[in-house]
């Protein structure tokens, strides 16, 4: 075994003086009620895109599932916040949308509607059950709100003359050059929901019905029986294009409100700026701007300017949180949404929730995948409702810099660098949120998205995984959400099995994984103020100091290929043998506060007082650890 051996211990004089690292308060320093540390929060995403959800008549759906699974969740990973999956009244009724292909907000898997009575996760029987369970344990359940779109209508909308619905057929790459002249198209628009509003239903919690007025854009025209991206428009004889005020020069239109040729050669040529905007209906423009204007996602997009649009899924959030007593919402596809109705969204859940959980904030979590750090900045500033109302989003460039991370070793570049996992000094338009922002950053390895086979696959070396998660999970800043196919193993064509396997150490083929003793981890020993060891390319550490009523650790990352070291000092625990929880190696620190801690390649150590309260839970009690 090789390390890097430290120099001789400094001086007492030259230590790291005590107000960078807090110690436990002791004897008469003691305040007489100290407030307790409260337990780190943890988020746990409750599926994968192949999760399977048998019927609820045997019993075994996923609701039922997690429902009995919590407890254990709870104890022995100290889970404080469960993601669940859209549970909603979807389309497809074999669940491979898994609740993104919404269809009615309003059923939560209580009324006939789309071929059965369930969602693919369970009758609201069973929701609200292990909702309860959730309240019992203290968990915050956060559910995932689709709010960009719906699919499905139930007929199709020929609008008000029996003729159509105006449209445009639009670029996919660019949402504002428009393909044909205005067209009028038959669009399933029109939502009844019938299973839902008829008289056997007398008090429905909402009787609106939607149309096409209620709606930006399509992917399908009934009429010509095709796919497109569709922009749903006004009138072109009472709205025409191109609006010769909007371009630098009058450029001619057509008396149909098409474009003549040399309109189409000016879109094409002018900066995007300057390009001519149909007037009337269209596209929002506070959202992102890739793709010329990326309003449009998937389905049929909504639109949030119609004000009943607005006020009915204002009331949807109050209603899911006062009659099922959810703690927060998932927004998903976030940077596809009016920022405008996100705000106002935001603003009435918190409010909302203030008022029925004794002026506690609800937890929000917007998706909103960029490389570009400013691009989230510039999400969270247009969605904050007020400065005392915290927004998160999901932390896309640290998962970015993960990948990079993994890409570089397993190419063997000698780019690879642990030092830029936060910031690259060559790169800073890719710094994480969690270095800038740490507070509305929620980190995370992988979820349904980024796993294989999916739209955002971002591939990590598995054996570095240990690495990425002992990152977000042990570290001050950030919420970490921990991915269930990461915890569990993932099904379908690309299944694997759990993260972060080892050798059991018996001498046979079997692993365990050690992302459940990660969890642990963080739970009991991830406390108090942090200090880095940033310093080398292939290997970080840092340590946290621990509260007065918590315990700190020491953690070190390594991506070389053999057993290495770095030398720490730590506050409590002079003296003191100290144990790593993984790979059950014991070291002495020395009376000055100082110790090596030791990691083998391409892995994570995580060392603790080995008489710290907890250690005992972990794998045999930490029994038959190796030499010292």
């Not at 609201?124 to 209508?153: C, Q, S, Y």
């Not at 596809?333 to 004794?358: C, E, G, P, Y």
């Not at 070396?461 to 240990?466: A, M, N």
Request: proline share 9%.
């Amino acid at each position: 075994m090789a390390y890097n051996r430290p120099p001789p211990p400094p001086p007492p004089s030259s230590r790291p003086p005590q107000s960078q690292h807090p110690s436990p308060y002791q004897g008469s320093d003691r305040p007489p009620h100290p407030p307790p540390t409260p337990a780190n929060t943890l988020l746990l995403q409750s599926f994968e895109w192949h999760t399977p959800s048998p019927h609820p008549t045997t019993g075994q759906s996923h609701y039922v599932h997690l429902t009995n699974l919590l407890p254990s969740l709870v104890e022995n990973l100290g889970i404080t916040h469960l993601w669940l999956p859209p549970g909603c009244k979807a389309n497809d009724p074999s669940g491979r949308g898994n609740g993104y292909d919404c269809y009615d907000l309003w059923d939560l898997g209580e009324f006939d509607q789309k071929w059965r009575r369930e969602t693919k996760w369970g009758s609201k029987e069973e929701l609200m059950v292990l909702l309860e369970k959730a309240r019992e344990l203290r968990v915050e359940v956060i559910w995932d709100a689709v709010l960009g779109h719906k699919t499905a209508g139930d007929e199709i909308d020929l609008g008000e003359d029996g003729s159509g619905v105006w449209a445009v057929e639009v670029d996919g790459n660019d949402r504002h050059h428009e393909l044909c002249p205005p067209k009028e198209i038959h669009p399933w628009l029109k939502f009844n929901f019938p299973g839902r509003l008829n008289p056997s239903n007398s008090n429905p919690a909402s009787t609106f019905q939607w149309n096409a007025t209620h709606f930006s854009g399509v992917d399908w025209c009934d009429r010509e029986k095709r796919n497109a991206i569709f922009k749903l428009i006004s009138d072109p004889a009472t709205h025409p294009r191109p609006n010769p005020s909007q371009l630098p020069f009058p450029i001619p239109g057509r008396a149909d409100g098409g474009l003549n040729r040399f309109v189409r050669f000016a879109e094409k040529v002018l900066p995007r700026g300057k390009q001519a905007r149909r007037p009337g209906r269209g596209w929002a423009e506070d959202v992102d701007q890739s793709n010329g204007n990326n309003n449009y996602l998937m389905f049929s997009s909504i639109d949030y300017t119609h004000p009943t649009v607005r006020s009915d899924t204002l009331s949807w959030s109050r209603w899911m949180i006062t009659t099922t007593g959810i703690s927060g919402f998932r927004l998903d596809a976030a940077q596809h949404i009016s920022r405008s109705f996100l705000r106002d969204f935001i603003a009435t859940s918190v409010s909302t929730h203030r008022d029925h959980h004794a002026g506690k904030d609800p937890f929000i979590v917007a998706e909103v995948w960029t490389p570009e750090v400013a691009n989230q900045n510039t999400f969270l500033d247009g969605v904050t409702p007020s400065p005392d109302v915290l927004v998160r989003v999901f932390d896309t460039p640290l998962l970015n810099n993960f990948a990079r991370i993994s890409a570089d070793v397993v190419s063997s570049s000698p780019n690879a660098d642990l030092r830029t996992i936060l910031l690259n000094p060559s790169d800073p338009a890719h710094a994480s949120l969690v270095s800038l922002r740490p507070t509305q950053a929620v980190t995370f390895v992988a979820n349904h998205d980024t796993q294989a086979g999916q739209s955002m696959e971002t591939p990590i070396s598995p054996d570095l995984k240990v690495l990425f998660y002992a990152f977000i999970l042990l570290r001050k800043e950030g919420t970490p959400c921990v991915f269930w196919g990461d915890l569990y193993g993932t099904q379908g064509p690309h299944g694997v099995g759990p993260a972060c396997q080892v050798p059991t150490g018996d001498g046979g083929r079997s692993t365990r994984s050690l992302l459940p003793t990660l969890c642990l981890a963080r739970n009991l020993f991830a406390y108090g103020e942090q200090r880095d060891y940033f310093d080398e390319s292939g290997c970080i550490a840092w340590t946290r100091a621990g509260t007065w009523d918590r315990e700190g650790c020491c953690v070190v990352l390594s991506l070389g290929g053999r057993w290495t070291g770095k030398r720490m000092w730590v506050e409590r625990g002079r003296g003191e043998r100290w144990v790593d929880l993984l790979s059950r190696r014991r070291v002495s620190v020395g009376a000055d506060g100082w110790g090596v801690f030791e990691v083998k390649g391409r892995g994570a150590g995580v060392w603790v007082r080995e008489g710290a309260e907890g250690v005992t839970r972990f794998a045999g009690g930490l029994e038959g650890m190796g030499r010292e």
